[in-house]
């Protein structure tokens, strides 16, 4: 007898900005297959290779379905199963015994985005806002991307990646696009088929880059170097949109002046780009209106960061590609909708104002607050994964006297440092509200399936405790869905009538702010200013400076390579770590550096600088140029590896935001 099939529709949770429609396949109560979902616009039908096989994570020996209990010493990842009562029980003593011995500031609450749906992303605030806990600032993505954007352009949103197919020109800048915004790529390939060129910058020639009319092997956050120079040129052959500079943008006059003290020659040196070809670029840019700039994030995991974004966005705007006309276009973040986040954050709750931690930072955080942090509270994210600094972070949740709550799907090197493991659902065994930033569309989707074993959802574990814990205020009454419906009615961008009562499970809404012709900035809407309003440290317009470590005469002694730490094809941060069992990943190095080194391919070799030291495999390529070394991908700390790649990482912040600088450290490599 066959058995019967049936399909749910549901979306992505990853932090990736394609946040794709799916259907799973359902057989017997189990998911079977997950496929894209045609009917989804931006979808199109198609999903990345990794998530294909979501369902084998979900029923892996790795994942965690019960609540359980430290038996080992911390980090072995020895456990004791306990029930869920008992795991309430002696949560709440705890929380309650904390609070009294050293209040509420002593508790840290750590989460990030391993689930994008609002609902369970923001699940366990209002708790942590009654119990008065010390905040954790959440840095570790794109607020040095959006703070860089803002500062320039205010509010406005990206333009819609639809734009980007009927481009002649498409810069793709710090983006790896195949692998971390794989949907963008059938617009670049359309226009390409049409005669459109594309150039990605980047500095190691990834497999976008690989695929690209031009490579720009920037140097590592010299961005706005590079973005002068073409402004610069531009300027001199008069090819910039003077009329768009003239009516729609202030402070261009600043820029200029400054444009004018600079060296092209030195420019050229210093962003690791011929004049030829810097020149060449500047005629392509001269050549057509119909330019679409994709930019990435990955320009801002230096010390440079907004400044980097900021100044891809004052060529941008000489060039006048935020008028809204047909192949034009800037694309950042969409931002396309925008809800009353106190609804589902409940920050009113606090008793005071607490504390602020920068995540970034948690090294620092666990091992010099004062009064100090006696209890973390871990949930969305691994920490001792994708925090720099990893071996400050291990020390610390090896403390005895720190107590570390993990609500997690897997065992994580973090979990595995749980002396309370509590166990959370997928996307698939719940119910949430997705947005995206890579496109236009917001939908609500149901759990395909039910919970796998003892697993919870961030909602609903948090609401069970804070009712342990005798909290009674009205949220902590609110069902999932009445949270949900209170948020969607205040949600900017979705079109009247829809709510909670009238949405349709599955279905994509596209935002109301989505226009393929409309101008962000023109007269009487707004204008882009060349200048901002920052902090007197920071500059006013785009300038050149100097990177932190990258430029630091000390490390460089000490430290000859430059290291960058962009995401795998196979893992998204550290999402499907428990893939590659004891794989340290590679690390591409030149082959001249290898010669010099005497490294041998597939040999591990070891990483290192002040603050600590890695191994990976050596894949000896020319995709990187001399000096520079990339390790794609955070693998998994192991027993085999117990250092991960963000041990070489180092604390420091972005100049705007304070963002992480992942793709800012400098290493050597030990001498065998
Ligand atoms: N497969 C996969 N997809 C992912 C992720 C993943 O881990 N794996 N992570 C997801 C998340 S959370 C995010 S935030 C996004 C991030 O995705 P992106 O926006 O693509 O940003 P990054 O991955 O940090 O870096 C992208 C590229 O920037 C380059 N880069 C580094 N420094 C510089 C620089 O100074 N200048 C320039 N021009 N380029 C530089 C890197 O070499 C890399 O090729 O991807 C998401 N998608
Ligand atoms: N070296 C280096 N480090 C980096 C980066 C880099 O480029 N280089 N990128 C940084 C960036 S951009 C980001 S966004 C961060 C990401 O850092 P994190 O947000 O920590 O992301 P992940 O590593 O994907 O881990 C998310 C975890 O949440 C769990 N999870 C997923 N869904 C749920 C759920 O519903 N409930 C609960 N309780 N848990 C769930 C997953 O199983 C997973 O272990 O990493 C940063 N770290
Ligand atoms: S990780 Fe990104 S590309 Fe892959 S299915 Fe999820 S949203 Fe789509
Ligand atoms: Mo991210």
Not at 12 to 19: E, N
Not at 207 to 230: C, K, Q
Not at 554 to 562: A, E, I
Request: glycine fraction near 8%; proline fraction near 5%; include cysteine.
């Amino acid at each position: 007898m066959s058995v019967q099939k049936t399909y749910r529709k549901t979306v992505c949770p990853l932090d990736c900005p394609d946040s794709c429609g799916l259907i799973a396949t359902i057989e017997d109560g189990k998911v079977v297959a997950l496929n894209g979902d045609p009917d989804h616009p931006y979808t199109k039908g198609v999903i990345c290779r990794k998530m294909k096989y979501y369902h084998e994570r979900l029923y892996s020996d790795k994942r965690i379905i019960t609540p359980m209990k430290r038996s080992g010493k911390k980090g072995e990842g020895k456990f004791e199963r306990i029930s869920w009562d008992d795991a309430y029980q002696l949560l709440s003593e705890r929380i309650k015994s904390v609070v009294e011995d050293h209040g509420g500031e002593a508790i840290l609450p750590f989460v990030y985005a391993g689930n994008m749906g609002y609902m369970n992303r923001f699940a366990g605030y209002p708790l942590f806002n009654k119990l008065g806990t010390s905040r954790l600032e959440e840095t570790i993505c794109s607020t040095a991307a959006k703070a860089g954007w803002k500062s320039h352009c205010g509010d406005v949103p990206g333009t819609p990646p639809e734009n980007a197919e009927d481009a002649e020109l498409i810069i793709i800048w710090g983006s790896n696009t195949k692998v971390t915004n794989l949907h963008f790529w059938p617009y670049v390939a359309r226009a390409r088929k049409k005669g459109a060129k594309l150039i990605v910058i980047d500095p190691y020639r990834n497999i976008t880059a690989a695929s690209a009319d031009y490579h720009l092997n920037v140097e590592p956050g010299e961005d706005a170097v590079l973005a002068l120079a073409l402004l610069k040129i531009l300027v001199q052959t008069e090819s910039l949109d003077r009329e768009f500079i003239a009516n729609v943008t202030t402070g261009f006059d600043e820029l200029e002046s400054y444009l004018a003290t600079l060296d092209l020659t030195e420019l050229s040196t210093r962003c690791g780009i011929n004049e030829e070809m810097i020149s060449e670029v500047a005629t392509m840019l001269a050549a057509t209106s119909k330019i679409f700039i994709r930019i990435g994030i990955g320009m801002t995991r230096n010390s440079r960061a907004g400044l980097n974004i900021r100044a891809v966005t004052s060529l941008a705007a000489a060039l006048g590609l935020f008028d809204g006309r047909e192949g034009r276009g800037v694309l950042l973040t969409t931002s396309a909708f925008k809800g009353e986040q106190d609804l589902l954050t409940w920050p009113s709750l606090a008793p005071k104002t607490t504390r602020k931690f920068n995540m970034v930072q948690l090294g620092n955080c666990l091992r010099q607050a004062t009064p100090p942090i006696k209890m973390l509270f871990v949930y969305n994210a691994n920490p001792l994964s994708v925090t720099p600094d990893g071996s400050l972070v291990r020390q610390a949740l090896a403390e005895e006297d720190l107590f570390t709550v993990v609500h997690e799907q897997v065992m994580t090197p973090t979990a595995r440092y749980a002396d309370l493991l509590l166990p959370a659902t997928t996307f698939l065994e719940n119910k949430d509200l997705y947005t995206a930033y890579g496109h236009f569309y917001l939908s609500v989707v149901e759990a395909a399936i039910p919970p796998c074993g003892e697993a919870k959802s961030n909602f609903d574990f948090f609401q069970e405790l804070a009712e342990k814990l005798g909290f009674t205020e009205s949220p902590f009454l609110q069902s999932l869905d009445e949270r949900l419906s209170s948020y969607l009615a205040t949600i900017d961008g979705l079109a009247r009538g829809v709510n909670g009562d009238t949405i349709e499970y599955g279905r994509p809404y596209l935002s109301t702010k989505w226009s393929k012709g409309e101008p962000v900035f023109a007269e009487g809407i707004g204008l882009y200013s060349f200048t901002a309003k920052l902090d007197p440290a920071l500059p006013k317009t785009v300038c050149v400076t100097n990177g932190k470590e990258f430029d630091n005469a000390d490390y460089t002694s000490r430290y000859p390579f430059k290291l960058l730490t962009p995401p795998h094809i196979g893992l998204l941060n550290s999402t499907f770590g428990e893939r590659y069992n004891n794989d340290p990943g590679e690390v591409f190095i030149h082959p001249d550096d290898a010669a010099a080194c005497s490294i041998e391919e597939n040999e591990v070799v070891t990483l290192y600088n002040n603050r600590g030291w890695a191994r990976r495999r050596a894949r000896i390529t020319d995709a990187c140029r001399p000096g520079l070394l990339v390790a794609e991908g955070i693998f998994w700390q192991s027993e085999a590896h117990p250092a991960g790649i963000n041990d070489l990482t180092s604390q420091n912040l972005t100049d705007m935001g304070g963002g992480g600088t992942y793709h800012e450290s400098r290493v050597a490599i030990l001498d065998k």
